[in-house]
Antibody, heavy 117, light 112 residues
Framework: QVQLVESGGGVVQPGGSLRLSCLVS????????MHWVRQAPGKGLEWLAL????????QYVDSVKGRFTISRDNSKNTLYLQMNSLRPEDTGVYYC??????????WGQGTLVTVSS | DVVMTQSPLSLPVTLGQPASISCRSS???????????LNWFQQRPGQSPRRLIY???NRDSGVPDRFSGSGSGTDFTLKISRVEAEDVGIYYC?????????FGQGTKVEIK
């Protein structure tokens, strides 16, 4: 069955960096686009970034553009999110999500990122 | 960016009664390929979101048929024909037509 397992979350100071990973199984990772979506504590969902199947196309929401970088290693079935210049408002649960052409069909369990001094 | 506006934001419902959630977009969600990428997700307490409906009205495998989606252009609706206890949670609409993809604020469904 499809599984997406995020890791790498934790507590980081404002201005710091963190790299999230998402190990996937149960589908052919190298043929699917992938996304990151986050959810601030007690708040709604915010789409962050997309990378297409081979890394040649990326999209970001303005709030993370220039600070966050999505990447992937198809040989390791792993999606990444490099987060730099972190702010308190970046605190939340970060989900790795499989693309389904205009939709998001499979979600990971999420990893919590806390930006605080 | 496309703004997705849901109403109501809170929906107390009696078990066995119907429920309806509206989602309106600030611009048409018809893609240049002819499809309308409007999705509905359910997030139960303490869980990750789960997709219920894609392309306006297509129900995901395993989703009970009491859930249905409808609408077109900028105006969409999720209906639950008879609410059950397991339907408690927050429901989000999301558009996948225009970058960046955007979600509605969420509608909290609870049992009266």
């Amino acid at each position: 069955q499809v599984q997406l397992v995020e890791s790498g979350g934790g507590v980081v100071q404002p201005g710091g960096s963190l790299r999230l990973s998402c190990l996937v199984s149960g589908f052919t990772f190298s043929t699917d686009a992938m996304h990151w979506v986050r959810q601030a504590p007690g708040k709604g969902l915010e789409w962050l970034a997309l990378m297409n199947y081979d890394g040649s196309d990326v999209q970001y929401v303005d709030s993370v553009k220039g600070r966050f970088t999505i990447s992937r290693d198809n040989s390791k079935n792993t999606l990444y999110l490099q987060m730099n210049s972190l702010r308190p408002e970046d605190t939340g649960v970060y989900y790795c999500v499989k693309d389904a052409k205009g939709s998001l069909d499979y979600w990971g369990q999420g990893t919590l990122v806390t930006v605080s001094s | 960016d496309v703004v997705m506006t849901q109403s109501p934001l809170s929906l107390p419902v009696t078990l066995g009664q119907p429920a309806s959630i509206s989602c309106r977009s600030s611009q048409s969600l018809v893609h240049s390929d002819g499809n309308t990428y409007l999705n509905w997700f359910q997030q139960r307490p303490g869980q990750s979101p789960r997709r219920l409906i894609y392309k306006v009205s297509n129900r995901d495998s395993g989703v009970p048929d009491r859930f249905s989606g409808s609408g077109s252009g900028t105006d969409f609706t999720l209906k639950i024909s008879r609410v059950e206890a397991e339907d408690v949670g927050i429901y989000y609409c999301m558009q996948g037509t225009h970058w960046p993809w955007t979600f509605g604020q969420g509608t909290k469904v609870e049992i009266k």
